[in-house]
């Protein structure tokens, strides 16, 4: 009854909501253009037709789409028909640049995930009949959930993840997230710890099958771009720090932490180290520009050059800046290449930190602020490894950066070892799910 009365306030609130989300869409396309473009797709009406029979897997942004690429080129190379729904440009983009031939021929297609309201589930199940639905990582929407189920569609949270804070949050008062999500066929799940918390909230068709980002392909074209241009234009520093995808609020944290490294080095006789800085957000480029030059801090960017620019037998620093600034979008293997230890962003905000497998599987150590709530998993377990840590205060950070780099290679190797292979479990686990529908819709025949 409570999920009943919820339903239909949530349908309700639909109305008011949606002229709210349009503006926020329109507004978001003012530094994205993309955003607004395509806008009937929103509401599941399409120009071309979709595949049909498809496997349908939505990857709201950037991070998901990389982190299924693995999977669909596995799903694509036995044949099988692809449709994936993003939210983000970011997300459609790499979709499109991943797949650009496949989509070209029609055996995959990429649009905007249809606003969560029923009529335009139905509008988007009707065109494309997808087979089954993967939902990356955490995302549960009611409308996705329940047109799929009335459809007959299974619908499975994919390389999915429930963290302890989500669990002891989502436990309190009416529980209606956990509600939802019961109704969902199932659960892919990153690790056994994850497992375990969805058990507790009464679903039973939960399946272990790892972290699909350990299987990501990585960009061969980067590492050789940041290969080129570290034998021309790094060769000078004896380290590189990377900060990867900080974020608004850590801005001046990290221009602080920069500042104190590098007079601490100086203090201590040695070479200061060489920062590369790459915000999360394309918005923040020009603003951290400008805020390196109210710090006094030199810099370059990353949109000064040219790819090729590279590739050139000569230096292309007429000076010593500190700071390599990477304002560019969908490189961000290119610049985790060139660093020696990577801090990732967005441990010094509630939010928490964001991904540390890229990094890790270049053979990079990973350090991070305190808030470490969305990747728990492989965190906690990469801590243990000693390949990963946590500070809980910027001057903790300082002290480890400026501390001598350890050689642990081996541990990392051993450490990616140990978790890859998530999508061979997770294409095992569609197909076992695609039989299990098979059966059950030919007993209801």
Known sequence: ????????????????????????????????????????????????????????????????????????????????????????????????????????????????????????????????????????????????????????????????????????????????????????????????????????????NVTVTGELRFDQSIPQDQIDMAAQFQKTSLGAWQEVIVIASGVESEEDLYINLIQKVRATAKLEGRQPPFFVYVPRAPERFSILANKFTIAGIEYIRRSQYTSSDFYLDQPLFSSSPAIFLGDSLGEMFFYLSLSDRVVVGGGFTPRGAHNIIEPLTLGKPVLTGPFIRPIEYPFVEAEAAGIATKVEYIEELVVALSAPLKAIELQIEAFLKAHSGADIRTLLAIDIALREATKSKSKII
């Open 1 to 204: 009854m409570i999920l009943k009365i919820f339903l239909l306030l949530y349908r309700v609130a639909w109305v008011f909501l949606l002229p709210l989300y349009i503006a926020y869409i329109m507004w978001r396309s003012r530094r994205d253009p993309l955003y607004s473009q395509y806008i009937s797709e929103r509401f599941a009406i399409y120009k071309k037709p979709m595949p049909k029979d498809a496997i349908w897997l939505h990857a709201v942004s950037l991070g998901e789409t990389r982190s299924a690429s693995a999977l669909i080129t596995r799903l694509l190379s036995r044949g099988d028909k692809i449709i994936v729904t993003n939210f983000t440009p970011t997300g459609r983009r790499a979709a499109e640049q991943l797949f650009a031939p496949e989509i070209a021929s029609g055996q995959m297609a990429v649009v905007w995930v249809p606003f969560d309201m029923m009529w335009t589930y139905n509008r988007f199940l009707r065109a494309c009949r997808p087979r089954i639905g993967l939902t990356l990582e955490v995302e549960v929407w009611p409308s996705m959930v329940f047109a799929t189920k009335y459809a007959g569609v299974p619908l499975y949270m994919c390389n999915g993840q429930y963290a302890s804070q989500s669990l002891a949050r989502d436990s309190r008062g009416l529980r209606l997230r956990q509600r939802v999500m019961r109704e969902m066929t199932g659960i892919f799940v990153k690790s056994s710890s994850h497992a375990e918390r969805f058990f507790q909230i009464g679903l039973s």
